[in-house]
């Protein structure tokens, strides 16, 4: 509360010239509050005896007087608009009035020095009267008004943290989804089909139509290990226990190809715009490209135990390995040897994303003796930062759309978690696998994520905002609930 010490009241005229419209305005008395007493009040009410209004330059309308009849038209007029139209008019001109006291109540009220209320009607004339008091947004911190701007500061409401759903959206039943840590059996493609490795076949669910077609069956004495679509068409590639890759056109559920050259079953697979990499138990990646006869064009070799994870960097210039060794590799195009090489984890690292954002940002996980995720900068050659997350690491990805990445788990906690990067909050921990979420994929759109365990379920979660709206829902059918089967 301030404290405002009003004058003492003057009785006596001013000794203006009275003849002057002006001195009419500054020799009017009013009545004031005694100066021997304080008022405290946490609003300030100016007193305009003192105001020169000469600078408004504006002469008194007296009706005796010779002017113009449109000018004093637009005198009135005036005075109205800036004092109020109980300021004009009157031979003697007009008195801007300063608010008093009042016994009655009002919304302005103050408190005496002695304790007691005091009320203060409010103003009657516009004149250096503060604004109308108005409703601001709640969604407003800024200290500052709507009335004043201040460079550089945004008045725009701040948005409410984006919900995520606790519960998935859709589960699909998948009998025989192995519970294997090493292989990658779930891939969505940029047609929004999703290729689906069970036993010895492989089936596709068009998110669109639910509809679900079984692609292939690779016999009893052979089983899938990976899928992995290219990243535009109908491509699908498909590794196999016998360690070939077989190629697949998904439009015609065709086999273009089968490739050789690995001598143990082929678990990780990973395009680029020209070239398919493929993992195995072998300890070998193979580089094949689909423009040659050759089976492959080139042999990466490094790892000194099962490649479990590849994935190659949205510029296709570098590609990362991961293996059961505890290694994460680096390579170019032309390498045969890593460019880069990174031990810190002490588990399998299966868990590689890029990410979209940030050029030469990777983030990979570690196993159940890691449980870490750590992130490196391919660029320097540098580790950024590090996570424990509390359980084994088994996929990763970013998310397309906001700065964020999705994390799966096995052993102990069998969760989903969605943080924020770089501060590596919890948006979010979902639940519901009462097995390892060994497979994670990521629809065209960046909105949905699908997940797989060892419970033989696919699990869809909706965890990401679209580009233009974090409240738009995905374009696969999120609004068809239920459980139903992928074959």
């Known amino acids: 509360m301030s404290a405002m010490e009003t004058p003492t009241p003057s009785t006596s005229a001013s000794s203006t010239d009275p003849a002057t419209p002006v001195s009419k305005l500054l020799s009017s008395s009013y009545r004031r509050p005694s100066s021997s007493r304080t008022i405290y009040s946490d609003r300030f009410i100016p007193s305009r005896s003192s105001s020169n209004f000469a600078l408004f330059n504006l002469p008194n309308s007296n009706p005796g007087a010779s002017s113009d009849d449109s000018h004093s038209a637009y005198t009135n007029l005036l005075k109205s608009a800036l004092f109020g139209p109980e300021c004009v008019g009157g031979g ?17 009220g103050s408190r005496n020095g002695d304790g007691s209320n005091l009320l203060i009607s409010p103003p009657n004339c516009n004149i250096f009267k503060y604004k109308t008091e108005t409703r601001k947004s709640l969604h407003s911190l800024s200290p500052f008004g709507y009335d004043d701007p201040l460079p550089g500061v945004s008045h725009s409401p701040v948005k409410a943290p984006r919900k995520i759903p606790r519960s998935p959206y859709k589960v699909l039943d998948a009998p025989a989804l192995q519970d294997d840590f090493y292989l990658n059996l779930v891939d969505w493609s940029s047609n929004n089909v999703l290729a689906v490795g069970l036993g010895t076949c492989v089936y596709l669910w068009h998110a669109s139509s639910s509809k679900v077609v079984k692609l292939c069956d690779l016999g009893f004495d052979d089983s899938v290990c990976s899928v992995g679509w290219a990243q535009h068409g109908t491509n699908l590639a498909v590794g196999t226990s016998n360690g070939k890759v077989q190629l697949w056109d998904a439009a015609r559920c065709k086999r273009v190809k089968t490739l050789e050259g690995h001598r143990l079953r082929v678990g990780s697979l990973a395009w680029s715009s020209s070239l398919l990499s493929s993992g195995s138990r072998d300890k070998t990646i193979l580089q094949r490209d689909l423009r040659t006869p050759d089976d492959y064009v080139s042999k990466l070799t490094g790892h000194k135990s ?9 510029d296709n210039r570098e590609l990362a390995s991961g293996g059961n060794d505890n290694k994460l590799f680096v390579w170019n195009q032309h390498s045969t040897q890593p460019v880069l090489k990174y031990c810190e ?15 030469g940002l990777l983030a990979s996980g570690g196993g159940t003796a890691d449980r870490c995720i750590r992130f490196w900068n391919t660029t320097t050659n540098s580790h950024l930062s590090c996570m424990d997350t509390g359980s084994q690491v088994c996929n990763l990805v970013w998310s397309k759309n906001v700065n964020e990445l999705v ?27 009462t097995y390892r979420v060994l497979y994670l994929a990521i629809s065209p759109d960046g909105q949905t994520i699908v997940t797989g365990a060892g419970d033989e379920t696919l699990r869809f979660w909706n965890v990401f905002p679209s ?5 738009t829902e995905s374009e696969i059918g999120a609004s068809s609930l239920g459980r139903t089967q992928i074959r």
């Open 92 to 108: 003697n001109g007009f008195q801007p009035l300063t608010p008093e006291k009042s016994s009655s109540g009002g919304r302005f």
């Open 306 to 314: 099962e490649v479990c994870g590849l994935k190659w960097s949205y």
């Open 345 to 359: 984890h002490t588990a399998a690292v299966k868990a590689i994303a890029w990410s979209p954002h940030l050029h």
């Open 407 to 433: 994390s799966t788990h096995g052993y102990s906690q069998n969760q989903i978690i969605v943080w924020r990067y770089p501060t590596m909050s919890k948006l979010a921990t979902l639940t519901g696998h």
């Open 467 to 471: 580009p233009k709206s974090q409240n």
